[in-house]
């Protein structure tokens, strides 16, 4: 079964940080390039990174520029993202999604269930 | 990053045809074939419905299809049944700055 398992979302003070962990299983993982995206409580999908099969290109969204750091260990099938000088409006569900390249994919594609990232004081 | 522009919200009743718009710009939507539309229910994570435009993946509903013209993609949804009330998102490459860009998201009521 295909499946993507995020975790280390917590409730976390401004100015904190974070590691959130995407565990992947049932597909060839190093075929993908990797992707988080996140969603704000009530409101709609927001890209946030990008990191190539390889780990040699990672992109980031201008909100987020400069704080977070996306990396992966494909001999661990597994995919992260460190967040740093956390702000109150990082709050929300952060989803781990693939972009199979072996397909040549402009799409996500599997998801992950989410993990809640919650920044308060 | 601008997002592409869906309705906040659209309606039908069963059995009724729908359709979904997502509009964007000739550096995103009208300039690649990269469209993909995403179902998501309440407390669940987005599904793929739509990639490339027009093409379903494995398993997706043939009630479901996806069209574009021009810089506006276009999710349709025949036969609606009360299951395919959920949000409904688009996405697209974009040639900016920004590799991904979604929809602010449409929600479906089945009336």
């Known amino acids: 079964e295909v499946q993507l398992v995020e975790s280390g979302g917590v409730v976390v003070q401004p100015g904190g940080s974070l590691r959130l962990s995407c565990a992947a299983s049932?597909?060839?993982?190093?075929?993908?390039?990797m992707h988080w995206v996140r969603q704000a409580p009530g409101k709609g999908l927001e890209w946030v990174s990008l990191?190539?099969?390889?780990?040699?290109?990672?992109y980031y969204a201008d909100s987020v520029k400069g704080r977070f750091t996306i990396s992966r260990d494909n001999s661990k099938n597994s995919l992260y993202l460190q967040m740093n000088s956390l702000r109150a409006e990082d709050t929300a569900l952060y989803y781990c999604?693939?972009?199979?390249?072996?397909?040549?994919?402009?799409?996500?594609?599997?998801w992950g269930q989410g993990t809640l990232v919650t920044v308060s004081s | 990053q601008s997002a592409l522009t869906q309705p906040a919200s659209v309606s039908g009743s069963p059995g009724q045809s729908i359709t979904i718009s997502c509009t964007g710009t000739?550096?995103?939507?009208?300039?690649?074939?990269?469209v993909s539309w995403y179902q998501q229910h309440p407390g669940k994570a987005p599904k793929l419905m739509i990639y490339?435009?027009?093409n379903r993946p494995s398993g997706v509903s043939n009630r479901f299809s996806g069209s574009k013209s021009g810089n506006t993609a276009s999710l349709t949804i025949s036969g609606l049944q009360a299951e395919d009330e959920a949000d409904y998102y688009c996405?697209?490459?974009?040639?900016?700055?920004?590799?991904?860009?979604f929809g602010g998201g449409t929600k479906l009521t089945v009336l």
């Open positions: 999604a693939g972009q199979n390249m072996v397909r040549g994919a402009s799409w996500f594609d599997p």
């Open positions: 049932g597909f060839t993982f190093d075929d993908y390039a």
């Open positions: 990191i190539s099969w390889d780990g040699g290109s990672t």
């Open positions: 000739s550096s995103d939507v009208g300039g690649y074939n990269y």
């Open positions: 490339e435009v027009s």
């Open positions: 996405s697209s490459y974009t040639s900016s700055s920004t590799l991904g860009v």
